[in-house]
Nanobody, 116 residues
Framework: QVHLVESGGGLVQPGGSLNLSCVVS????????MGWYRQAPGQQREMVAS???????DYADFVRGRSTISRDNAKSTLYLQMNSLKPEDTAVYYC??????????WGQGTQVTVSS
C-alpha cells in the first residue's frame, strides 16, 4: 500500500518560513513525478510546485522566487521550502505523486496558516 505523509505545516507570521516534507512509502519514489498542491477554504486545489524524476522544476507564479521544491530519492522524501509567506498562502498543502498513467497518489495534507 502506498502512503504519502506530509509534515512541517503550522502557524507562521507573515514574512516567515516553513519547510514541508512528504515521505513516500510502498512504491518506487524515484520514478514518480512529484508535486505540492494547496487548497484554501472555498477554493479549488491548485498546483504549487512540481519536480520530475529528472529534476525538472515547475512553479506556480504565486510562489516563484519564494519557494524551492526538492527531492531526496535516497530518503523517498519530497520537500517544499517556503519563504516570505503571506496570509494568502494559508491553505492545506498536499503532496502528490504521479507514476505511469493513470497512477497517482495523494497525501492527507498539512495545514499552513500565515497570520499575525
Amino acid at each position: 500500500q502506498v502512503h504519502l505523509v506530509e509534515s512541517g505545516g503550522g502557524l507562521v507570521q507573515p514574512g516567515g518560513s516553513l519547510n514541508l516534507s512528504c515521505v513516500v512509502s510502498g512504491t518506487d519514489f524515484v520514478i514518480l513525478h512529484m508535486g505540492w498542491y494547496r487548497q484554501a477554504p472555498g477554493q479549488q486545489r491548485e498546483m504549487v510546485a512540481s519536480i520530475s524524476p529528472r529534476l525538472n522544476l515547475d512553479y506556480a507564479d504565486f510562489v516563484r522566487g519564494r519557494s524551492t521544491i526538492s527531492r531526496d530519492n535516497a530518503k523517498s522524501t519530497l520537500y517544499l521550502q517556503m519563504n516570505s509567506l503571506k496570509p494568502e498562502d494559508t491553505a492545506v498543502y498536499y503532496c502528490h505523486g504521479k507514476g505511469v498513467f493513470p497512477t497517482e497518489y495523494w497525501g492527507q495534507g498539512t495545514q499552513v496558516t500565515v497570520s499575525s
